[in-house]
C-alpha cells in the first residue's frame, strides 16, 4: 500500500514557475514508478510526466515539454514536479499517481495509488 499526499498548488500568474510535491508512505518507494496527471473542468485525467523507478527515465506530455520537469528523491520518499512559464491552460488539479511496475507510463490504466490532488490555477 503506498498513500500520496500532493502539496505545492496554488495560484500564480502566467509566466510564474510552481514545484508540486508528492510526499509517498510506505518503505519501498523507490519500487514504484511514479506520474503526475491533471484535470481541468470538463476534461478528462490526462498525463503530465512520468518517471521509472531509480529516476533515469521520465517522459513528459507534449504540451508541457521543455517547460516541466519531473523528478525524484528516493531517500525521502518524494516526487517533484517542477512547473516554468506557466499558462492559464495549465489551470487543472494536479495529481500525484505510482504504478507497482517499473516503467514510463502515459494512461491511467497503468497506475494504482492516487493522491487527492491540489489545485494550480494560472491567472492571465
Known amino acids: 500500500q503506498v498513500q500520496l499526499v500532493e502539496s505545492g498548488g496554488g495560484l500564480v500568474q502566467a509566466g510564474g514557475s510552481l514545484r508540486l510535491s508528492c510526499a509517498a508512505s510506505?518503505?519501498?518507494?523507490?519500487?514504484?514508478?511514479m506520474g503526475w496527471f491533471r484535470q481541468a473542468p470538463g476534461k478528462e485525467r490526462e498525463f503530465v510526466a512520468g518517471i521509472t523507478w531509480s529516476g533515469g527515465n521520465t517522459a513528459h506530455a507534449d504540451s508541457v515539454k521543455g517547460r516541466f520537469t519531473i523528478s525524484r528523491e528516493n531517500a525521502k520518499n518524494t516526487v517533484y514536479l517542477q512547473m516554468n512559464s506557466l499558462k492559464p491552460e495549465d489551470t487543472a488539479v494536479y495529481y500525484c499517481?505510482?504504478?507497482?511496475?517499473?516503467?514510463?507510463?502515459?494512461?491511467?490504466?497503468?497506475?494504482?495509488?492516487w493522491g487527492q490532488g491540489t489545485q494550480v490555477t494560472v491567472s492571465s
Open positions: 499517481t505510482a504504478s507497482d511496475r517499473n516503467g514510463v507510463f502515459t494512461v491511467v490504466s497503468e497506475y494504482v495509488y
Open positions: 510506505g518503505r519501498t518507494f523507490s519500487r514504484y514508478a
